[in-house]
Nanobody, 124 residues
Framework: QVQLVESGGGLVQAGGSLRLSCAASERTSGPYVMGWFRQAPGKEREFVAAINWSGGVTDYADSVKRRFTISRDNAKNTVYLQMNSLKPEDTAVYYC?????????????????WGQGTQVTVSS
């Protein structure tokens, strides 16, 4: 069982930056994908970004491309989401998730483990 704990959320003004972290409770054997998703009030959960085991392959939702960067440090069992040029529409609860397969997907149903979420609020 992998437990994920997010941190780094908060309140920031539009145009500002935040870095989210997600620490896994244990190291899993074999390659696994880490993803970030978000859910705004009254909206469905949506894919934000994902990264493969080596960090050599990443994927981003169009809405965050060139503003957000996903990275990982496998030695620390941690994945990061650097968010720059934040907009009010980025306001949501952000969740990290782990998928114990090597292929990146955007479907949250493909991810077996989820963190509890961290709130990001961007004021205009």
């Amino acid at each position: 069982q992998v437990q994920l704990v997010e941190s780094g959320g908060g309140l920031v003004q539009a145009g500002g930056s935040l870095r989210l972290s997600c620490a896994a409770s244990e190291r899993t054997s074999g390659p696994y994908v880490m993803g970030w998703f978000r859910q705004a009030p009254g909206k469905e959960r949506e894919f934000v970004a994902a990264i493969n085991w080596s960090g050599g392959v990443t994927d981003y939702a169009d809405s965050v491309k060139r503003r957000f960067t996903i990275s990982r440090d496998n030695a620390k069992n941690t994945v990061y989401l650097q968010m720059n040029s934040l907009k009010p529409e980025d306001t949501a609860v952000y969740y990290c998730a782990a998928r114990l397969f090597s292929r990146i997907t955007r479907d949250g149903n493909d991810y077996a483990y989820w963190g509890q979420g961290t709130q990001v609020t961007v004021s205009s």
